[in-house]
């Protein structure tokens, strides 16, 4: 899959660059980092598909680093505020220009 198809395409095809094993599942829960323009990023766990339920939303959260005990550091994730909307709302950039399908179709060849 082409880096532009692949930013362009549903998150629950970025599984792992198809549709194969996101299909069979009933619930695909998708985890990203949100990069901006600002350096302000954030990381979104989001539902991308779940046919027993509904398939929007999500939590934003934070990691960091801490040290329970001297010399043992340790990561933890902060969960912050829920948020609404679709993966794919979530996870794309609203300044990011679209890429249309007929954009990504290679030229016709002459034989």
Known sequence: M?????H??????RVVG????A???RVVLIAAKVKS???DDRRI?????????????????RLGQAEPLPGIRASYDGWSEP???SARDLLTDPSAPAISKLAQ??????F
Do not use: C, L, M, W
């Open 23 to 25: 299909a069979v599942a």
């Open 105 to 110: 179709r290679k030229p016709p060849k002459t």
């Open 45 to 61: 766990f989001a539902r991308s598909k779940s046919n027993i339920g509904p398939d929007e939303g999500g939590f934003e959260y």
């Open 2 to 6: 082409s880096d532009a198809a692949f």
């Open 8 to 13: 362009a395409a549903d998150p629950t095809q």
């Open 83 to 85: 948020v609404a909307g």
């Open 37 to 39: 323009d600002d350096g």
């Open 18 to 21: 198809s549709i194969a094993f």
